[in-house]
C-alpha cells in the first residue's frame, strides 16, 4: 500500500513524498481513511508506530482546500512541551506545500503576549499543552467555536498528570459537531471513560507490535549500596565506549541540575532537562542533543515520551520510577529507528518495591547485573518469587507489554576513573515525585 492510495490531498501527498515517506504504517493506513471519512476514532498504537502522521496528515488534508486563517480549526492537546515541539514539526513538514497554513505551538514556558498576538492575526492549527490553553482560553485570546477536529494525542498520559477537569472544560469550549481523534496507549479505565464522553460511535484501532517491530533494548539492574556508589557506578556506565548518548532520568529536577552539574565538572558533555526550564532552554538543549553536542541529558520524566533523539544508546534510570508504565516509556527512548539500545535501572536495596511494580507491569524479571570492581557490599532485600508470566534471562526485545533481559556485562574501564560520586552531594534532595509542570 502507498501514501496515494488513501485519498489524500495531492499537495499534502507530495509534501509526505518530498520527506522520504513511501509506504503508510499499519497504524497510519488504518487510521487516515478513518480519518478522511469523518469518523471519530480510539487508537492505541506503540511508541514509533507513527501516530503522529496518522492524525496530521488526514487533518491537513482537510485544510488543503482553503483554509480559514482567523479561528483554529485543528486542535491538539499534548501532555507536555517536548510532545507538542514534536507535533508542530510535523505539522511544518507535511505542510510544506500548503502555502496559506498558519499554525502554533502554545505551551509553558513561552511568552505569553507572543503567542496572544500570533492568535490574533489568526492561526489554522493549534498545538497545545492543557494548561496554557485553559488560560488563553480564560482571557478570551482564543475562540475554539469554529474548531473542526480535536486531537488528543497521549490521552492517559494527559488523564496520570492530572489534566482530565483542563481537558473536559476546554472541550466544553469547542462545537458539538467537532471530529475527535483519541490516542492512547490504553483505551481501558480512565481513558475509556473519557472516551465514551468526548466520541461519537468512535471507529476502535488497536495495534500490538509484532516481534519484528519490537524495540530490542538490553536491560539490567544494577543495586547501590549509597548515593556515592550510584554515582560511581554512572561515571563507569558513562564512559564505557558503547555509549553513543545517554538520557539519565532522576527523580527530582532539583536532583537533575545537581547531578548535571556534578557530571560537567568532572568533564562529561551534559545538560539537565525539566520543567523549570523556559522552552527556548528545552529547545536549545534539545537541538544541541540531536545534534551530538551533548552526550548526556539528566531529565525528568518530562522526556518519558516525546522525546525522539536516535542517537541515544542508553537509558538510565538513576532513580527508579514509581510506575511499571512510566518505566516502559522512559527506556522506550533507547532502541528507536531499528537500533539496539541499553537500559540500566539502579536500585537501592530497600526499593523492592518498586523493582516489583516494574516487573510486574513488564512480566519480566530484571536481569540483576555489575560492573567489575564496583560490586554493591550490602544485600538487597528479597524480591520474592518472579511476577505472574515473568521471564529472566535471555536476550530478548523489548516490547510494550514486557521487556527482555540481556546477558551483557559491563567491565571496568582501561581509562582510570574520576572521582565523580566519591565525595558526597553537596546537597541532598528529596526523593518525592512532584508533577511536571507543562
Given at each position: 500500500m502507498s501514501f496515494s492510495s488513501l485519498g489524500l490531498h495531492p499537495l499534502v501527498l507530495k509534501a509526505v513524498e518530498a520527506a522520504g515517506y513511501t509506504e503508510p504504517t499499519p497504524v497510519q493506513a488504518q487510521s487516515i481513511p478513518a480519518a478522511l471519512a469523518g469518523d471519530d476514532l480510539l487508537v492505541s498504537s506503540q511508541t514509533g508506530s507513527g501516530k503522529t502522521a496518522a492524525f496530521m496528515l488526514p487533518c491537513l488534508h482537510r485544510l488543503a482546500g482553503g483554509a480559514n486563517a482567523r479561528q483554529p480549526r485543528i486542535l491538539v492537546l499534548t501532555p507536555t512541551r517536548e510532545l507538542a515541539a514534536q507535533v508542530t514539526r510535523a505539522a511544518d513538514i507535511y505542510g510544506k506545500t500548503l502555502r496559506h497554513l498558519r499554525y502554533i505551538s502554545i505551551v509553558g514556558g513561552t511568552p505569553m503576549h507572543l503567542e496572544t498576538r500570533l492568535l490574533r492575526v489568526g492561526v489554522d492549527v493549534v498545538v497545545a499543552t492543557p494548561g496554557r490553553l485553559l488560560d488563553h482560553l480564560n482571557r478570551r485570546s482564543l475562540d475554539l467555536s469554529r474548531l473542526e477536529v480535536l486531537v488528543l494525542d497521549e490521552a492517559d498520559r494527559m488523564l496520570d498528570m492530572g489534566f482530565i477537569e483542563d481537558i473536559e472544560t476546554i472541550i466544553g469550549h469547542t462545537p458539538a459537531t467537532r471530529q475527535t481523534l483519541l490516542f492512547s496507549a490504553t483505551l481501558e479505565g480512565v481513558v475509556g471513560n473519557l472516551a465514551q464522553r468526548v466520541t461519537r460511535n468512535a471507529k476502535r484501532i488497536q495495534f500490538a507490535p509484532t516481534r519484528e517491530e519490537q524495540p530490542r533494548i538490553e536491560q539490567k539492574l544494577m543495586y547501590a549500596d549509597s548515593k556515592s556508589h550510584k554515582g560511581r557506578l554512572l561515571d563507569s556506565l558513562l564512559r564505557d565506549p558503547a555509549m553513543q548518548q545517554a538520557l539519565v532520568f532522576t527523580a527530582t529536577k532539583r536532583a537533575a541540575d545537581e547531578l548535571s552539574t556534578n557530571l560537567r565538572i568532572e568533564g562529561f558533555s551534559c545538560q539537565a532537562l525539566h520543567g523549570d526550564m523556559n522552552q527556548s532552554a528545552r529547545n536549545r538543549t534539545l537541538q544541541a542533543m540531536r545534534q551530538g553536542r551533548v552526550k548526556v541529558l539528566i531529565a525528568t520524566d518530562v522526556a518519558?515520551?516525546?522525546?525522539?533523539?536516535?542517537?541515544?544508546?542508553?537509558?538510565?534510570?538513576?532513580?527508579?520510577?514509581?510506575?511499571?508504565?512510566?518505566?516502559?516509556?522512559?527506556?522506550?527512548?533507547?532502541?528507536?529507528?531499528?537500533?539496539?539500545?541499553?537500559?540500566?535501572?539502579?536500585?537501592?536495596?530497600?526499593?523492592?518495591?518498586?523493582v516489583r511494580n516494574i516487573e510486574r507491569y513488564t512480566t519480566q524479571q530484571l536481569t540483576v547485573g555489575v560492573i567489575a570492581g564496583l560490586e554493591p557490599k550490602l544485600k538487597a532485600v528479597p524480591r520474592h518469587a518472579a511476577p505472574k508470566g515473568a521471564r529472566s534471562g535471555g536476550n530478548r526485545p523489548y516490547n510494550s507489554q514486557g521487556a527482555g533481559g540481556g546477558g551483557r556485562t559491563f567491565s571496568s574501564p582501561d581509562k582510570p576513573r574520576s572521582g565523580f560520586g566519591k565525595r558526597p552531594s553537596r546537597e541532598s534532595y528529596s526523593q518525592t515525585r512532584r508533577p511536571e509542570s507543562n
Open positions: 518519558a515520551r516525546g522525546l525522539d533523539v536516535p542517537g541515544i544508546s542508553h537509558v538510565i534510570n538513576y532513580d527508579l520510577p514509581r510506575q511499571g508504565e512510566d518505566y516502559v516509556h522512559r527506556i522506550g527512548r533507547t532502541g528507536r529507528a531499528g537500533r539496539e539500545g541499553v537500559a540500566i535501572s539502579f536500585a537501592n536495596h530497600d526499593e523492592g518495591g518498586l
